[in-house]
């Protein structure tokens, strides 16, 4: 929850308040060392970088690093990067009117310190939020010097101050980033000539614009994401400024089932109700694709995918509840096929696999559902459910059927508690959910090849 500003108006009511100018590397360590030393969580909705990336990324920003993050698409590395703002104080004074958001202790262009001569403590001052010390910016060929260090601004030179006046400059986004952060994604996609540019600002603190060299004393901190792929092929990051990035970190995916999990319920959005298990499944369909040989690794299989397929099978969902009149919507494993029609084109297959990217998703996906019913129905015995279906019995489910016609047309069991049993292990209590438990049974039957089944136009008959 945001508070408001701080009711201080002038420099020398900020001076008698007592405060006093940090740096920003400094601001950062002393409210990461308060953070750890309370207990609290820096790097909340962040999972599977506890043991791994969290360490070194604490350490680089307790030694005043700037930092890089290597890692492979849809491994989180903006989300952490943006994570950064946390850190920062939640209000920062600036002199008022500064273009490059100063402190009102510390001018550092040469209008804010003839200002700050002039008015002295009468100087006013402007509270600036953490949200706006953050900047970002996604490195394209495109890019040019005037977008991150500045250029000279024709209208200021029109109206009258000379080549030589350093207020003809227009300042570009690292200038304007002056005590925050500034975040460059896909750091070598940026030309080569361009991330020159940036040696002077990392190293010396100062820029050079056309000629011009002003000694800014700029306090910002230079972070950046590369995919290793394009860092050694498409793109590099050239050595004077690879080397001037204190830390090089490199991320990875969720290496546990339950943290693939907690990244999707945390970065889906869903429109229907979607049960623990078929997260699941759609958690172990992407670590098999992660490690499949058909599929090109380098190019990597990223979180997203997960994320994308979890919110198709609850808009498949909510489609069937709205067309059939179903009070709730429920997500099941027969949507799960929805997912596979559309996700296909997320993944890059290795040369040769051309004419099989369906079958070979299909059988990942065929894999996980497995694993999934293993963990979780291991030891119920289906034996009625088997011989009723091998008796000539059939289940029919499919995309447009609702639970309560898939509940309706199982088998009667007798005294057996065999649905009640899925349901419990499953934790289904509504009729959507139970509908799917039941449908998770009998693709893990089907799968064990105890039980047929026949597929066509939307419609499963298990029997």
Known sequence: MTTLPPAIATTGQLRASGHTHRPLRVELR????????????????????????????????????????????????????????????????????????????????????????????????????????????????????????????????????????????????????????????????????????????????????????????????????????????????????????????????????????????????????VPEHLLEILARFTRNLRESDAVDQRAGVSARFAIAGAETIAAAALHRATRQHEAVAVARPVDLETAVDVLGGKIEFETGEEGRERAILEHLLRTAVADTARVHLRGIDFRLLVEALHDGVTVMTGEQVPAADVLAGMPVLGESDLYDRVAERLGAQTSGERAGAVELALEALFLERRIGKDSAAGETVYG
């Open 30 to 273: 002393e409210n990461l060392l308060a953070a750890l030393a309370d207990g609290r969580d820096p790097w909340p909705g962040i999972h599977g970088f506890d043991d791994t990336v969290i360490p070194q990324l604490e350490r680089a920003l307790l030694a005043g690093h700037d930092i890089v993050l290597l890692g492979e698409r849809g491994q989180g590395k903006t989300r952490l990067l943006r994570s950064l703002v946390g850190l920062l104080d939640e209000w920062s004074p600036v002199i008022d009117g500064s273009e490059l958001g100063e402190h009102p202790f510390h001018p550092i262009t040469p209008g804010s310190r003839r200002r700050a001569a002039e008015l002295g403590d009468d100087l006013p001052v402007a509270w600036r939020h953490r949200a706006e010390r953050y900047a970002e910016k996604l490195a394209t060929p495109d890019t040019s010097v005037a977008d991150l260090i500045g250029d000279v601004d024709p209208i200021r030179v029109a109206e009258g101050r000379s080549l030589g006046d350093p207020e003809t400059i227009h300042y570009g986004l690292v200038p304007r980033s002056h005590r925050g952060i500034v975040a460059i994604n896909e750091l070598p996609d940026l030309a080569e000539r361009i991330q020159v540019s940036l040696l002077n600002v990392m190293e010396e603190r100062d820029i050079q614009i056309r000629g011009y060299v002003l000694r800014l004393d700029l306090d910002v901190l230079v972070v950046a994401t590369a995919n290793p792929e394009d860092y050694t092929n498409r793109g590099r990051i050239i050595t004077p400024l690879q080397d001037r990035f204190g830390a090089e970190i490199r991320t990875h995916y969720p290496q546990t089932v339950e943290e693939e999990i907690a990244v999707i319920r945390q970065e889906a959005d869903l429109v229907a109700e």
